[in-house]
């Protein structure tokens, strides 16, 4: 069965500085990986998402992920946050060439300070 | 651009009442999934549905029902509802074969009193 862990559930910086947001899944399959937004009383928008080929992803608002398959991971990263990048975000993962299901992390709150 | 409407951004409902979240998207996807979202917890799968009255258990279906009539809209019920389904509900539609990707209405926050 496969499933995502977000390994801080909180994570707290200071404007300007560089954030990373952590995420392993396992899976006996090769996978889709995802990274999700959710701004306070909104739904989940989509950041970025590996299908295949390069392992580094690029998304929206300034942010990128690497997938690293020998380390079963997928991380978040930006390298200067901004008070508007205060949200919660959530990782999530989908078998290829199967169900088109997706399995989500708990989520990580990220809280920008001036 | 994908867009998925849920029908109520606040509802507050008493213990006991039939409730109905509606859905609806207007991409022709063909898969659509009802999320319940709590603290700590993250997004939940309660029933996912990959055509027109076909659905499929998710995660946590107890207490719940879905209805797909139509391609674009995809309903969930609480045929009882009770205080502990007071939540954030999540709607979300894809498209077979695109990779998996969910796209996911504003949601739905339900009280139960």
């Known amino acids: 069965a496969q499933s995502v862990t977000q390994l801080d559930s909180q994570v707290p910086v200071f404007e300007e500085a560089p954030v990373e947001l952590r995420c392993n899944y396992s899976?006996?399959?090769?996978?889709?990986l995802f990274w999700y937004v959710q701004y306070p009383n909104q739904g989940l928008q989509l950041l970025l998402k590996?299908?295949?080929?390069?392992?580094l992803v690029k998304g929206i608002n300034g942010f990128e992920a690497e997938f690293n398959k020998s380390q079963t991971s997928f991380h978040l990263r930006k390298p200067s946050v901004h008070i508007s990048d205060t949200a919660e975000y959530f990782c999530?993962?989908?078998?290829?060439?199967?169900?088109?299901?997706?399995?989500f992390g708990k989520g990580t709150k990220l809280t920008v300070n001036p | 651009d994908v867009k998925v409407t849920q029908s109520s951004r606040y509802l507050v409902k008493r213990t006991g009442e039939k409730v109905f979240l509606e859905c609806v998207q207007d991409?022709?996807?063909?898969?659509m999934f009802w999320y319940r979202q709590d603290p700590g917890l993250g997004l939940r799968l309660i029933y996912f549905?990959?055509?027109?009255?076909?659905?499929e258990k998710g995660d946590i279906p107890e207490g719940y029902s879905v209805s797909r009539e139509k391609k674009e809209r995809f309903s969930l019920i609480l045929e009882s509802a009770s205080t502990n389904q007071t939540s954030m509900y999540l709607c979300?539609?894809?498209?077979?074969?695109?990779?998996?990707?969910?796209?996911f209405g504003a949601g739905t926050r339900l009280s139960v009193l």
């Open positions: 979300a539609s894809s498209l077979v074969g695109g990779g998996n990707v969910q796209y």
């Open positions: 899976s006996s399959v090769s996978v889709y």
């Open positions: 590996y299908l295949s080929g390069s392992t």
């Open positions: 999530a993962g989908g078998a290829q060439g199967g169900s088109e299901k997706l399995v």
């Open positions: 991409m022709d996807h063909e898969n």
């Open positions: 549905s990959y055509d027109v009255k076909m659905k």
